[in-house]
């Protein structure tokens, strides 16, 4: 069964805007790791946010949000003031409990307007 | 400076030809993973390791083979190529018993197998 679905194959955004990437997730692990990666056309994964399941707040990276949902098991990103820079495919992923094992989603690609 | 290098960082092979991608780090870490990126499907996880000598199949093994005889190395080694085995190739490690710890990827690597 599928642990991570990412919805949306391509997201628009116009520079400046602020943009959501949905991310659900399947577990039945009370305890479990949230990250999103961001992967440019040059090919690097790159980190940007983690959130924890026992975390009481959403987490915040700079322009990066967390909107975290537990009962609904969601965690999509939020980007805040688009750059054109930030045009990149956006990775959603999952740890469970002690398991190093990371699971990721399909990706969505992200394109920025100027 | 800490980091994950694969080599080579293009590979392009014909069916059959035995290869090998190399993977290092230099954080110490105890756990590495070898990942597959295929488009439409994310990363999905080939083979992983929790430390030296240990070594465990992912969601995608078959026609793969690594080893981990020292902590910072762990090579992915295809046999026998085959085309559906094309494609972009990630190493990753993080310390193996923190839930929150990302996983450090490598720069890829892009195989063409003809």
């Known amino acids: 069964a599928q642990k991570i679905t990412q919805t949306q194959p391509g997201m628009f955004v116009q520079e400046k805007e602020a943009v959501t990437l949905d991310c659900t997730y399947d577990t039945s692990d009370p305890s479990y790791g949230l990250f999103w990666y961001k992967q440019p056309s040059s090919g690097e994964m790159i980190f940007l946010i983690y959130?924890?399941?026992?975390?009481?707040q959403n987490a915040t990276e700079g322009r990066y949000s967390l909107n975290f949902q537990k009962a609904r098991k969601s965690a999509n990103l939020v980007i805040s003031a688009s750059q054109l820079g930030d045009s990149a495919m956006y990775f959603c992923?999952?740890?469970?409990?002690?398991?190093?094992?990371?699971?990721f989603g399909a990706g969505t690609r992200l394109t920025v307007k100027p | 400076e800490a980091q994950v290098t694969q080599n080579p960082r293009y590979l392009i092979t014909v069916t059959g030809k035995k290869l090998t991608v190399t993977c290092s780090q230099n954080m110490n870490h105890e756990y590495m993973s070898w990942y597959r990126q295929d488009p439409g499907l994310g990363l999905r996880q080939i083979y992983y390791?929790?430390?030296?000598?240990?070594?465990d199949k992912g969601d995608v093994p078959e026609g793969y083979k690594v080893s981990r005889k020292e902590k910072r190395n762990f090579p992915l080694i295809l046999e026998s190529p085959s085309p559906n085995q094309t494609s972009l190739y990630f190493c990753?490690?993080?310390?193996?018993?923190?839930?929150?710890?990302?996983?450090?990827f490598g720069p890829g690597t892009r195989l063409l197998v003809l």
């Open positions: 992923a999952m740890r469970e409990g002690w398991n190093n094992d990371m699971r």
């Open positions: 390791s929790m430390n030296v000598e240990v070594t």
């Open positions: 990753a490690s993080s310390q193996s018993s923190l839930l929150g710890k990302t996983q450090y």
């Open positions: 959130q924890g399941s026992y975390d009481q």
